[in-house]
């Protein structure tokens, strides 16, 4: 409940960069689903949506560009296809985050 209080106390002024860090912690799965869809409504209205996360399989299905992040440096920066076809794999999210990072 206190995660969704403070989600809504942030985006009730409806900002145009919405910055989260992990905001599907702690959440309901009704409610996951719901700020997900919260999420893609404000970027497709040409807006931003900035999060971290650590759960890979909801990045790669909702975002439309991720950052790999490994001790402060940028590993890559693009569109999931573009990551795909540089490192030339199908591989998921995850798998290409623990290639890069090496198993750490």
Known sequence: MRQKIVIMGVLVHDPA?????????????KSSYTLKEMMRE?????????FSTHVLEVAEKLC???AIINKGV??????????QERFQSDQSLESLFLELTNHE
Request: proline share 6%.
């Open 64 to 66: 439309d560009r991720v």
């Open 17 to 29: 960069v919405w910055i989260l860090d992990e905001p599907l912690t702690g959440l309901d799965p």
């Open 74 to 83: 940028i590993l890559f920066c693009g569109t999931f296809k573009d990551m």
């Open 42 to 50: 404000h970027t497709d209205s040409g807006k931003t949506v900035l």
